[in-house]
């Protein structure tokens, strides 16, 4: 149990109560509203072949680029409509899970 | 040749054996800070008590120029004997024969200790040393680890299944722990995971030691994986010979009883609980205060700590107490700690050990993490388990019963046998602060001082509501009793239901969320 010795408080249903964290709650995910115009990589790999350029006009559905990630090339299809605003990477990149790979407009 | 030289030729055969690996590798084994497969065994049973069996046990391994290797015992040490008389089947891999690898003969000496453990119906203590799958062996070890796991599966429920990892446990090879009833892990010895670090960095990029991918603190406090945490291998050994005597041989019998103990006089069960709700203590003070000699012998200490598990005795008879914690989290139930409690209720109903509930808690921990995570799966296995449960089970609420929680944790329609409450319970559909602002939405809201309001209509559905003479006057709860008399209770209620019979539908099994 990594606890502090000072109280922290936790609210439920409106009442506040005096207690210790968790390592595990202090280390817990804030949750992010998803955004659509950044493409993040979900898992490590490289860019097999990028098609698509900066400024281009996607139709959502269209491929943005392959990447080889877990032995295998899969398409990275495009989730919205938009213009390319920025590519982050170039063939042959190899990129890490989280990275930002693309952003729309 | 007479039978005096045969017996001499036995004696060396043995010893040729029980070197084990050689001195190489024992030493290289005790630099490691291990103790070798044998004293391990040794330390753990009876002094004289252990009994070896497959000694001469050889490979049957003919590709990759194996039927040239002698592996002593083939890597693995099986036995029976006794720990403070209880009769127990054991095995022991030893690292220093091929890294404890295990090949069809290793798994079959397993599965061999492990039939006779079910048919004789004694406890099974299994330890792991072991670098995994004898690859040489190819797809006999996999039928070896399959094998383990059936046996498992069939011995669960049935006799107590004991882990004991002191070493390295990986691949496929943790799954027999993880379908044991308790994994024990030493600091600096344990390793348990699924992929190490090397194929981790390869395949993904994250840099990560061993000891932080799947060291023993990682799987105490984080995974829940493991059960009993300890610094040094005797120090496990202590701990897997104490749950021993908590717990029966199988499931036909019941723990032994031992000489009944009063609690000792430090722990005075008025002076923990504070009266204010918000304020914490810590649970096992008040468990310890009603137990026999003060000894609680606590389960899964690191993780999930806000609910707290184990073993007591009341007047000479195990117990197994759930209580929530009101000093970590407040004490509210989430996935880990409802995942820490349903287990641990279900291992109780199993082995015929009485449930105590001491009840404390505001709620469930709020959070998306906790949403997604899927709180409603995990939080149902409580609802489950206890609803199942048809060993003798017994709730005291201590302060607050709210909600969801108050039916989760043992409540009287989940078919308590008892319920007892203490002054200071706190029974209600919710906290005093969220139940006003709903109920008086319009009151406070319309207040020329809606803060004020608000504070005045808490107070009044405190007044009302916030406390146990509701529930009592619907039989919900059977008895408000001073929190001194809890301890005689306890130990009436448990002896009075000694011979209890409820009976549930017969079915094959039912489908709990798992």
């Not at chain 1, 898992?43 to 959502?60: F, H, M, R, T, W």
């Not at chain 2, 017969?506 to 798992?514: E, S, T």
Request: glycine content about 8%.
């Amino acid at each position: 149990m990594e606890t502090e010795k000072k109280n922290k408080s936790l609210t439920i249903e409106g009442s506040k109560y005096l207690t210790h964290y968790t390592k595990k709650f202090k280390n817990r995910n804030q949750w992010v509203n998803p955004d659509e115009r950044i493409i993040k990589a979900v898992l490590p790999g490289s860019i097999y072949k990028l098609s698509v350029k900066e400024g281009q006009k996607i139709k959502k559905g269209n491929t943005l680029f392959v990447y080889e990630a877990m032995k295998m090339r899969n398409h990275y299809i495009a989730p919205i409509s938009g213009v390319i605003k920025k590519i982050n990477v170039k063939e042959g990149q190899v990129f890490k899970k989280g990275e930002v790979l693309l952003e729309f407009e | 040749m007479s039978l005096k030289r045969k017996t001499r030729e036995l004696i060396k055969r043995r010893e040729k054996v029980i070197s084990g690996g050689g001195e190489k590798a024992i030493k290289k084994q005790v630099a490691m800070g291990k103790l070798t497969a044998r004293d391990r065994i040794r330390s753990l049973l009876d002094k004289d008590s252990f009994h070896e069996y497959d000694l001469f046990v050889e490979h049957e391994a003919r590709d990759f120029d194996m039927e040239k290797k002698v592996l002593h015992g083939d890597g693995v040490i099986i036995g029976t004997g006794t720990i403070y008389g209880a009769p127990v089947c054991i095995y022991a891999q030893d690292f220093t024969v091929a890294g404890g690898s295990l090949g069809l003969m290793h798994a079959r000496k397993i599965t061999k200790i492990m039939d006779h453990a079910l048919k004789m119906r004694v406890p099974l203590i299994g330890i792991n040393d072991s670098g995994g799958a004898r690859i040489q062996e190819g797809v006999n070890s996999l039928a070896g680890y399959g094998e383990i796991f059936f046996r498992n599966t069939l011995s669960s429920g049935v006799i107590p299944q004991l882990s004991v990892i002191l070493g390295p446990c990986a691949g496929g090879a943790v799954y027999s722990p993880a379908l044991t009833d308790f994994v024990f892990v030493v600091e600096n010895i344990s390793k348990m995971f699924i992929t190490g670090p090397s194929v981790i960095k390869t395949v993904l990029g994250e840099e990560i030691s061993m000891e932080d991918l799947g060291g023993a603190r990682v799987h105490s406090e984080i995974t829940g994986n493991a059960h009993f945490y300890s610094l040094t291998e005797h120090e496990c050994f202590e701990q897997i010979k104490k749950l021993i005597t908590f717990i029966p041989w199988n499931n036909t019998q019941k723990a032994k009883a031992f000489p009944p103990k009063k609690p000792k006089s430090e722990f005075k069960i008025d002076d923990i609980v504070p009266s204010d709700p918000k304020q914490p203590y810590d649970v096992r003070d008040v468990i310890r205060a009603i137990v026999d000699d003060s000894d609680f012998f606590e389960i899964q200490e690191l993780f999930a700590a806000n609910i707290v598990i184990g073993f007591g005795r009341l007047d000479g008879d195990t117990v197994g107490f759930v209580a929530n914690q009101p000093k970590v989290l407040a004490g509210v139930l989430d996935c880990d700690s409802s995942d820490k409690a349903a287990r641990f209720v279900r291992y109780c109903d199993a082995f015929n050990i009485p449930i105590v509930v001491f009840e404390d808690m505001p709620g469930y921990l709020p959070g998306v993490d906790q949403e997604h995570a899927g709180v409603i799966r995990h939080g149902a296995k409580v609802l489950y388990a206890f609803s199942e449960a048809n060993v003798p089970k017994i709730t005291v609420i201590l302060r607050k019963a709210y909600g969801g929680g108050y039916i989760a944790m043992n409540s009287r329609h989940l078919r308590a046998d008892f319920v007892f409450a203490w002054p200071s319970a706190e029974i209600a559909v919710m906290g005093p602060e969220g139940a006003a602002n709903i109920i008086f939405r319009k009151e406070i809201s319309g207040a020329e001082d809606p803060e004020e309001m608000r504070k005045l209509k808490v107070k009044e559905y405190k007044e009302k509501f916030a406390n146990p003479y509701v529930a009592a006057a619907k039989g919900y709860i059977d008895s408000v009793i001073d929190p001194e008399e809890t301890r005689n209770m306890l130990v009436h209620a448990i002896k009075v239901s000694a011979n209890k019979i409820d009976n549930r539908p017969a079915k094959k099994h039912g489908i709990p969320p798992f």
